[in-house]
C-alpha cells in the first residue's frame, strides 16, 4: 500500500502539534515554576503552585461562578434555541428574512453585547421607566446576583442561542415528512408531535451534541460579558462574585503581585482539564442515549 498519500496530512499534523500542543506542553511546565516580572527565569517548584491552588478561595470562588455561568448560559441558550427553531420551522412569507435578522447577533463581538446589556444602557433605561415615567418608586438593584447573573446569562444567549437554532432547524428538516404524517393520522396534538417526534430528534442529534459540547468548552473560558460587567457594579476586587476563571486569571496578572506569575499558567492548567473532563463527560452520555435509542 502506497504511503504517499500520508504524506499530504503532515503539514497538517505538525501545524496542529505546533500551534496546539506545544503551548499545552509549555504551560505544563510553567505551572511547576515559579517566576515574576522581578525575577523572570523560571525556578522549578513542583506541585507548589497545585497546593497553593487548592487552599486559595478566591480559586473556589471561581470555580463556582464559572459553574453559574457555564450551566446558566448553555441551558438558556438551549431552550431558546429551540423556540426559535420551532418559531422558524416550515415555509412561510418572509422566512429567510426573519432568519438573516436572528442570525446578526453571531457577528457581535461578546464584549460589545456585554456592554450594551449593561446598566449603563439598558438597566438604567428601565429604572427611569419603573421609577419616574410609571411612579412605581421600583428600580431593579444591579447589586443584587439574581440581577447581574441573569443579564449577563442573556447577553451570551443573546449572541449564541441563534447558532444552536440553526443547528436544531438543520436536524427538524431532515426529519422524515411520514413520521409527522404518522403522527397526525392518530391524531396527535401539536405537543404530542413536538414531544414524541421532533424533541427526540433533536436531542438525540451527533450534530447538536456536538455543537453542545463546543459552547461548554467555550463557556468555561468565558471573559468578554464578565469583564465588562466587574467594572459596572464595582467588582474590581479579587474574588468577586463575578470573577470566572478567565477574569480572575486577567485580575491576578494585573492586582496579586506577591503571588508568582506561574499561578496564572496553574489555574490555566486545572480549567483546561475541568473543561475537557466536563466535554468528554457529555460526549459520552450521549454516545450513550445513542445507542440506547
Known amino acids: 500500500m502506497s504511503r504517499i498519500p500520508y504524506l499530504f496530512i503532515v503539514p497538517a499534523v505538525i501545524a496542529v502539534f505546533g500551534i496546539g500542543f506545544l503551548p499545552i506542553a509549555h504551560s505544563i511546565y510553567l505551572s511547576l515554576t515559579s517566576f515574576s516580572v522581578l525575577s523572570p527565569e523560571p525556578q522549578f517548584v513542583g506541585i507548589q503552585n497545585y497546593v497553593m491552588l487548592l487552599r486559595d478561595p478566591i480559586f473556589y470562588n471561581a470555580a463556582g461562578v464559572t459553574t453559574i455561568w457555564v450551566v446558566g448560559t448553555v441551558v438558556i441558550e438551549f431552550v431558546v434555541g429551540l423556540f426559535l427553531a420551532l418559531l422558524m420551522f416550515g415555509e412561510f412569507k418572509g422566512r429567510r428574512v426573519f432568519e438573516n435578522i436572528l442570525l446578526a447577533p453571531l457577528a457581535i463581538s461578546p464584549i460589545v453585547m456585554g456592554v450594551l446589556f449593561s446598566p449603563n444602557v439598558l438597566l438604567d433605561d428601565l429604572n427611569t421607566l419603573l421609577f419616574y415615567g410609571l411612579g412605581t ?33 438543520a436536524v427538524m428538516q431532515n426529519i422524515p415528512k411520514e413520521n409527522f404524517e404518522a403522527a397526525n393520522v392518530y391524531g396527535a396534538s401539536s405537543f404530542q408531535t413536538f414531544r414524541r417526534v421532533t424533541f427526540p430528534a433533536i436531542i438525540y442529534s451527533p450534530v447538536l451534541a456536538t455543537i453542545l459540547v463546543l459552547r461548554v468548552i467555550d463557556s468555561f473560558r468565558a471573559y468578554e460579558i464578565p ?53 468528554l463527560l457529555i460526549t459520552r452520555l450521549a454516545t450513550k442515549s445513542w445507542e440506547g435509542s
Open 227 to 279: 469583564f465588562t460587567w466587574s467594572f459596572w457594579i464595582g467588582q474590581e476586587r479579587l474574588g468577586s462574585p463575578i470573577d470566572t476563571f478567565s477574569v480572575l486569571m486577567f485580575k491576578l496578572f494585573f492586582l496579586r503581585t506577591d503571588l508568582p506569575l506561574s499561578y496564572v499558567a496553574t489555574i490555566a492548567m486545572v480549567l483546561l482539564v475541568i473543561s475537557i473532563s466536563v466535554a
Open 137 to 169: 418608586g421600583l428600580f431593579i438593584d444591579v447589586n443584587q446576583p439574581f440581577v447581574y447573573y441573569g443579564m449577563m446569562i442573556l447577553a451570551d444567549a443573546f449572541v449564541w442561542a441563534p447558532l444552536l437554532m440553526l443547528v436544531m432547524l
